[in-house]
């Protein structure tokens, strides 16, 4: 079962990854932790001053439709 959700959540990341690409960034699937699930941002994300909202508003909604299980999206370093 989590295998499941971890393959829906990295591909959930997979369509989210070229929206960040065209800004100069990334993201990186790291880990999933029960109902948290801990990604990296790279490139231009990383350090970004909007990476918060990025994640909150963009990366955790697209996961969390993709995966109604997931409760929060985490960016790591």
Known sequence: MAE????AVK???EEIRPM???DGGDIEFVAL???KVEVRLRGAC???PHAALTIK???EIRIREAVPSI???VAVS
Not at 4 to 7: G, M, P
């Open 33 to 35: 932790n029960g109902d």
């Open 46 to 48: 990383h350090g970004c």
């Open 11 to 13: 591909k959930a990341i």
């Open 57 to 59: 508003n963009g990366v």
């Open 4 to 7: 499941n959700i971890e393959e």
């Open 20 to 22: 960040l690409q065209g």
């Open 71 to 73: 409760a929060e999206v």
